[in-house]
Each structure stands twice: as C-alpha cells, then as structure tokens.
C-alpha cells in the first residue's frame, strides 16, 4: 500500500490495549474513594408539573444523609447541557433544578448521602406537591394552536420561539427553488421518519467529584468533553475556572451521549455542598431515559431530476423533536442539511428548512450522525424512487450527481455550527471507487436482475451513500505538547478525548512517524485540563483530522528542535540531516547520533534545554469522508420480518492512520445503524412515561444479530489532514436506514419510511 509509512497506516498494537485487555483499573468508577458520598436523582414522575411545595425534612432526618439540593436552595442559573464550543449555540433552558419538570424523569432533587440505601430511603422520603400540566407529546402536539408552552421560564436564552415550543429552526434557501422543479423533467418525494434512540454505550453516565489537597474541586468523569465540563461547572457552581479540574480516565463508549454535560454539575454541587467527595453513578434505566437520545425527525425530501438524471432541485424539510430540553437542537438540525445536501452539488436550485420543536419526552441531543444520519434516510430513499422512475441504476443517479474532488457546494458556506459555515472545495473523494467495490463485493448486478425467493423468503439488495465531515471548521480547536525525554522517548499530551475509539494510539501514530521512533517509544496522556493543553473534544469526527493536525505540528518542531542539537554535535546543517529510526543521520557523510545522545546532550550537557513543543490547530476545513453502503436482506412475507443476510461498505477516509482501528469505527457505525433500521425504539405510555427503558425491552444488535458484514477502506489522500488522513467515526451510521429500507423495496415493493423496520410495519407495509 502506497500510503503506508513507517509507523502511519500500520496496525499497531493499541497503547491502551493490554491494560484494558488485562482488566486493570482505569475506567471512572475504579477509583476507590474513602469516605466518598453517594449522590442520587429524585426523578419527576410527571411529564409537565409545577412543583408547588417541596419538603426535605423527614429525608434529611434519615441516618447518613449529607445534603439534600433543590430548587429551592441552589442559585438559579440558566445553562446549556451540550457540551460544544463557545459562544454555545444551544438555548439556555436547562437548570440545576428548576420549578418546573418537563419530562418523566426530569431532576426535581439530588441528595448525598453514605450509603446507597440511605440515598435511596432518602429520595422516598422527600415530599413533592405537584400540579401537573397538559403534556406535549408530539412534535405535532406541540406546534399546534393553543399548546401548552413547555418552556414559560422568562429567564431562558436563546429559545428560537418559546411561546411555540421552537426551539430552533433553519431557512435556507440557495437558487430559486420554485423554477428548480418547474423545469425538472421527474419529480418523486419521500418522508422518512427516525424515533426515539439511545446510544447505548456499555458504561452509564458516571462521576467522582473530590477536592484536592488545596481544595480545588475534582471531577473525574466518563466524558466526550473535559474542557466543557470545565467550562459550563463552573458556570453552575459558580466557581472560578481555576478552581476545578477535569480528569477523563479511560471511557466505555460516548457515540454523543457523552458530549453532554448532565451528572458533572450536580456532582458538582453535591460535593460543594456536603464538603466531601461524591460519587455518581446512573442505572441503565436513567441512562435511557435522563441522559440524551438522538433527535426524533420526520424529514421530508423532494428531488427534481432531468431526464439524463442530474438532479436539477432539492428540497428538505426536517422537523426535530427535541425533547424537554434544547440541547444541540439548532446544530443537528442544521447538520441534517450541511452534511447531507453537498453530497449532491450538481442541483442549482435548493431549500432546506426546519424546525426543532420542544415536547415532554426525554432531552435528544448528540447522536453519531448528528442529523446526518435522519437527512441521509428521506435523501437516499428518495434517491432510490428517482433511479427507479428514470429507469436507471442507483448507483449510476449516484455517479451522475455526486460531488468530486475539485467542486464545492454552496451549502458549506451558508451552513455551518449554528451560524454561516465557510466556503470549501473538496480535495479528496474516491466515492466512485467506493462504489465500484462495494457493487462487485455484493454482487449487485446479478443480485439486481434477478431477484431470489424461498418459500415466504423474498431477497433484495438496496444501497446508499453518504458523507460526514471532518471536525467543526473555524470553531474545533486543538493543540497538543510533546516532550522528550533523555533517552530519545516522548511524552505526547493531549486535550483530546479517547472514549474508546482507539485515538490516543492514532495520535501516537502520527508522532512516532515524525519523531522517527515506534509507538511504543510514546507515552501519551489524555485527558486532563490541568496537565494537558486544551480541545474542544471528541466530537463531530474530529480527533484524528484536528487533534492530529495538532500533534503532527507539535512533532514536527519537536523535530526542528532535536535536528538543531544534532546539528552542533555532527558539526552539520540542519538541513543536510535526517530523523528516522530513532538516530539523527547525516544525508552526506552517513555518520549518526542516536535520540538517546541528543536526549542527553540536550538535557544536562550542551546549551541545556528542554526540547518540548506544543501546536494548536484550527480547521478552515471539514473534509468529507465517503462512503457507500450495500446490502442483502431476505423479508418473511408472512412474518414481515427482516433479516440482513449480508452489508457491505467500503468508505474513503483519506489515509487509514490505522487500519483496523478506522474498520473498526465503520463497522461498529454500521451495526448501530442496522439497529435503528431494525428494531431500537423507546416507547411511551400515553403520559409520555418511557415503557421499555431495559436493554431486554430495548433491542440492540447482538454479537447473533450482526450479519455477515465486510468493510473496505478504500485510500485517498486529503492534503489539508494529518499525513493524508480524514476522518471515518461517524459516516458509516447514515448509511443502514437507507440501504435496508431500499433492499426490502427490491425484495417486496414496499417502502419502509417509518424506522424501525418492525415486522408489525413491515406485514402492514406489505398489505398495502
Ligand atoms: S454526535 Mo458526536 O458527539 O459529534
């Protein structure tokens, strides 16, 4: 492989990888803390209620309790629970606890106390006088004459329209939208609909808050965000920055979930309070109801086509459910467009416009994908009826329309992170060898023609394709330092966040090939706001793109720094050496020093100094990664249940940093997908009450339910990334919904639009 380097594109063995292989402590709740307290939630078992009186006294007489908050004595401060750059571009509608709830499960109190079972006695005894409001329990509901406003607090900011439950919305126009289908020749429209989803991830929302022996406070979290959590505790407690650091040990997954700032403020001033360390754990049950769930949308796409197949207009329209809270409601709203509609950029004329509406139901906020993936299920299905009523293959509309590298699209510039985004011409897409290979892999042409049934079993094949992006251009930031020590090792610190994606080993990855040394020769810290520099965090694909570019400039001074010392100890120019192999060489003479001779002279004998460097990196870019979906589904006629026999993606992430770990993304994404097309879904009782919050209710894919599944990276190099590389963590999600919903329209004629493909929808769907 052409794009391999010495360490760059190999698959190391993960920096992480033995200790967590080996079970040893390293994740949020191993550390064991004397005298730590337990924090717990009184949750609302109400939709929409004031809370008219509230009384702690026969909880606080329970033996071990410390202290009990509410919203009655704690300060009253508006904040966002997103955890996203600054200025925040969510409302602030969220308060520690507040005098109203808006959703069963919503915070009315938090109590500290020694024992869980003295917590829990606690949380029973507080009494609450409640009188409860009419519930909105539909985005419908909700934009509706006359409905109850579900955030009336005249001390919230940002809300787009509070009186009408919008939390946000978007109207962008480009082109004249009107004459774009006027002079369109084909003209098809789908809806698709995605519900309420959670992310799963293995370990819940956790965290331990302590002093330290100054009486700094502590928090160290399972968390997407260090610098956010700083950020927005502070802004909670009340407490200076300076006085709170952020600790991120090892983590068990986020996909978003974790890019949210829920349990570290109440934690916070739990700990506060009480004068003591606190530790908080939610149940599963919390964490599918009270922590965050993707943005329930109903997307509406309307393409018009000339005969030839370019598409000439396109129109979206999304209408988000945001839930009780706004959290990330005007971003995935946004991205629903920005990250879907470029894909397309031979189309003049386009509109998309949304709204994100408040409701009573559990808070929606960062979801891998991040609306992409609910654009890309209406786009890619409308796409399929297209192909279809042209007469022409899927993936020849594809190839006509997509976008290439050297174009652009105007909706770079007019979408970015709530607010415009900027002008960008992609410079690396092997979309049409995505497609090439996938096709041949699944045997689509023959698979195409002649379509297999067994029995009741009838079998399709579907595909799709989408693209993401490459971290948040003008507002991601990171920076990274790296240090040497005497004896040619590095110390690699990094404000960027691995939770479990593999990125300490990548950004380590990229280091070692500047620095001319093996991975193991790196030790890398992430991530802890006192010891290492800032990033915004693991978020919108961004670690191995930002925080890599990043640590490539933090390494290549590092570089500079140790050629100059070489420099005075081979009596060479800079210039005229070279680094690789953990020696300093000589291009002319061939004579050499070894890391650990720099190392050494540098540090006691010559001219002393550290050689350290840090680098910070801002993107004026967010590279598209790339990729096409195809897959084989065999649909029981008489069950309506739906298997996928096969899938298959091959995706251009630029340079695969590290092949297996960017597989491992693709695949994983690909499996959360096939869970939203298949069987996830949250349900609610009639008083908004969450029915199946359980993972034996709640149906994710088991390592049983995976089907035969095969990813291929296809290479690329992005010249803006970091050695070539782009990103790959959230592409491969968009692309199950529609895949699968387009293959059991070739295996049975009927399109699923509504997620997800239950047999019961399926049987419906199938009787017309
Ligand atoms: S949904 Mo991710 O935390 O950008």
């Not at 974790?258 to 149940?283: H, N, W, Y």
Request: aromatic share 6%.
């Amino acid at each position: 492989m052409a794009l391999e380097g010495k360490v760059v594109g190999r698959n190391v063995r993960k920096v992480d990888g033995l200790a967590l292989a080996c079970g040893r402590p390293k994740f949020t709740l191993d550390l064991d803390l004397p005298g730590a307290l337990v924090g717990k939630i009184l949750r609302s078992p109400y939709a929409h209620a004031r809370i008219l009186r509230i009384d702690t006294s026969r909880a606080e007489a329970v033996p071990g309790v410390a202290c009990i908050l509410h919203h009655g004595n704690v300060d009253r401060v508006p904040y966002t629970t997103a955890g996203q750059g600054w200025p925040e571009p969510s409302p602030y509608d969220n308060f520690l606890f507040d005098r109203k709830v808006r959703f069963v499960g919503d915070r009315v109190a938090a109590v500290a106390a020694e024992t869980e079972e003295a917590a829990r006695e606690a949380l029973r005894l507080i009494e609450v006088d409640y009188e409860v409001l009419p519930a909105v329990l539909s985005p419908e509901e909700a934009l509706a004459a006359g409905a109850p406003a579900i955030h009336d607090e005249d001390d919230a900011e940002g809300i787009y329209d509070a009186q009408h439950n919008i939390a946000a919305a978007v109207d962008i126009p480009v082109g004249d939208i009107e004459r774009g289908f006027a002079e369109s020749d084909v003209i098809v429209e789908a809806s698709c609909e995605i519900p309420y989803s959670q992310h799963v991830a293995l370990e819940p929302h956790c965290v331990i808050a302590y002093f330290d022996e100054d009486g700094r406070l502590v928090l160290r979290t399972s968390t997407q965000v260090p610098f956010h959590v700083r950020r927005i505790v502070a802004r909670v407690v009340g407490l200076p920055m300076e006085k709170i650091r952020v600790v991120k040990p090892r983590i068990g997954g986020g996909f978003g979930s974790k890019q949210e700032v829920i349990l570290e403020p109440v934690a916070a001033a739990l700990a506060l309070r009480a004068g003591r360390p606190v530790v908080m754990a939610l149940d599963r049950a919390e964490v599918f109801t009270a922590t965050r769930t993707r943005h329930p949308m109903r997307v509406r796409v309307k393409l018009g086509a000339k005969k030839d197949g370019t598409l000439h207009a396109i129109e979206m329209e999304a209408l988000s459910n945001t839930g009780a809270y706004g959290a990330h409601s005007l971003t995935v709203l946004s991205n629903t467009g920005s990250k879907t509609l470029p894909l397309y950029n031979k189309a003049p004329h386009l509109w998309f416009h949304g709204k994100a509406v408040y409701t009573n139901l559990p808070v929606a906020g960062a979801y891998r994908g991040y609306g992409a993936t609910q654009g890309y299920f209406a786009l890619e299905v409308a796409m399929d009826m297209l192909a279809e009523r042209l007469g022409m293959d899927p993936i020849e509309l594809r190839l006509v329309n997509h976008i290439r590298a050297g174009e652009t699209s105007p909706i770079f510039e007019k979408i970015g992170e709530g607010r415009e985004g900027k002008p960008q011409t992609v410079k690396s897409c092997a979309l049409e060898e995505c497609l090439r290979v996938g096709a041949e892999k699944i045997g689509w042409r023959e698979k195409r023609a002649r379509r297999r049934r067994e029995g009741s079993w009838a079998y399709g094949v579907g595909m799709s394709v989408s693209m993401q992006g490459s971290g948040i251009t003008g507002i991601d930031m990171a920076a990274a330092t790296i240090m040497m020590n005497e004896n040619g090792s590095f110390r690699l610190l990094v404000g960027a966040t691995d939770i479990g994606t593999g990125s300490d080993t990548v950004l380590a990855q990229i280091a070692a090939e500047v620095l001319g040394v093996p991975v193991e020769r790196i030790s890398v810290y992430s991530s802890d706001t006192d010891f290492t520099p800032f990033d915004t965090g693991a978020y919108a694909s961004s670690t191995t793109y930002v925080s890599g570019m990043a640590v490539l400039r933090a390494a290549r001074k590092v570089r500079e720094a140790i050629l100059e010392v070489a420099a005075g100890m081979l009596a060479e120019p800079p210039e005229d050496l070279e680094l690789a192999e953990e020696r300093v060489t000589s291009k002319k003479t061939g004579k050499s020093v070894t890391l650990s001779e720099v190392g050494h002279r540098a540090t006691y004998v010559v001219d002393q100094r550290h050689i350290i460097a840090s680098a910070s990196f801002v993107p004026e870019e967010s590279p598209p990664p790339f990729a096409a979906f195809f897959c084989e589904v065999a649909v029981d006629t008489e069950t309506g249940v739906v298997r996928v026999e096969r899938f298959v993606a091959a995706a251009d992430c630029g340079v695969a940093i590290h092949p297996k770990l960017a597989a491992g993304q693709l695949e994983g994404a690909i499996v959360q997908g096939i869970g939203h097309a298949l069987s996830e879904e949250l349900l609610f009782s009639e008083k908004g009450r969450c029915t199946n919050a359980n993972l034996f209710d709640y149906r994710i894919p088991s390592a049983l339910d995976v089907p035969a599944l095969e990813v291929v990276l296809v290479d690329s190099e992005e010249p803006s990334g970091p050695l070539g590389a782009k990103s790959i963590a959230e592409v491969g999600i968009n692309g199950p919904l529609p895949a699968i919903s387009n293959a059991i329209y070739h295996a049975v004629g009927v399109r699923l639009t509504r997620a997800p493909f239950t047999p019961a929808r399926v049987l419906a769907a199938l009787r017309g």
